[in-house]
């Protein structure tokens, strides 16, 4: 399983940024995806995942600012992640990860055995 994040990058306070992730090489029928996030000296954090049957789950910071979604084409799988009004407590590197798992709501970075190799994301007050 290959998983590959593009799309962070820097961006001003109140702004946006949309992050992707494309997982090759997942034969399951079900999973989920997720977006953590880690800020130097802090633990990683839900952002935002998803069940294969589409139930979402935010973590309590998200306030209703961000958004995922999810595609699949046979093995390969993607995962997007819109994020609006940002703020400068939104500064981590953001990794994307995706594993088998019933409960989208439950998880946590233990239940993850595969990630990318994250990307940075900078928001300038």
């Known amino acids: 399983v290959q998983l590959v994040e593009s799309g962070g990058g820097s961006v001003q306070a109140g702004g946006s940024l949309t992050l992707s992730c494309t997982v090759s090489?997942?034969?399951?029928?079900?999973?989920?995806m997720a977006w953590f996030r880690q800020a130097p000296g802090k633990e990683r954090d839900l952002v935002a995942g998803?069940?294969?049957?589409?139930?979402?789950?935010?973590g309590d910071f998200v306030k209703g600012r961000f958004t995922v979604s999810q595609n699949r084409g046979g093995t390969t799988l993607s995962l997007l992640l819109q994020m609006f009004t940002l703020q400068a407590e939104d500064s981590a590197m953001y990794f994307c990860?995706?594993?088998?798992?019933?409960?989208?709501?439950?998880?946590?970075?233990?239940?993850?055995?595969?990630w990318g190799q994250g990307t940075q994301v900078t928001v300038s007050s």
């Open positions: 990860a995706v594993d088998y798992c019933w409960d989208i709501a439950r998880v946590s970075p233990d239940d993850f055995n595969d």
């Open positions: 090489g997942y034969t399951f029928e079900t999973y989920c």
């Open positions: 998803i069940h294969t049957d589409g139930t979402t789950a935010y």
